[in-house]
């Protein structure tokens, strides 16, 4: 019954902004930390963005200063605004759920696609 519905993604030029949204539902949201995770064709889904339940937040360094992840808590969402977007940036994101109790309580979203381009 654990759900998380991904929307927003879609095709932007160079610059541009898409703010992603991941509802969660099925699950105890204030008891799990949450992440975005990116892949690009050929490459490894890496980690982008993390809030743990009590709302500590952390980027890497390739979208620091560019992307910005919170939770609403009220709405059991997580969002990723993310600005000045490179084609780089291309890939499908994915929400992610991890309870603080049992690291094994791993939770993934559909993933939304995200272009960069002309």
């Known amino acids: 019954q654990v759900q998380l519905v991904e929307s927003g993604g879609g095709l932007v030029q160079p610059g541009g902004s898409l703010r992603l949204s991941c509802v969660a539902s099925g699950i105890s949201f204030e008891f799990h930390n949450m992440a975005w995770y990116r892949q690009a064709p050929g490459k490894q889904r890496d980690l982008v963005a993390s809030?743990?339940?009590?709302?500590?937040?952390n980027t890497v360094e390739s979208v620091k200063g560019r992307f910005t992840i919170s939770r609403d808590r009220a709405v059991k969402t997580v969002f990723l605004q993310m600005n000045s977007l490179k084609p780089e940036d291309t890939a499908v994101y994915y929400c992610?759920?991890?309870?603080?109790?049992?690291?094994?309580?791993?939770?993934w979203g559909q993933g939304t696609q995200v272009t960069v381009s002309p």
């Open positions: 992610n759920a991890q309870s603080i109790y049992n690291s094994r309580w791993d939770y």
């Open positions: 809030v743990t339940n009590d709302g500590i937040t």
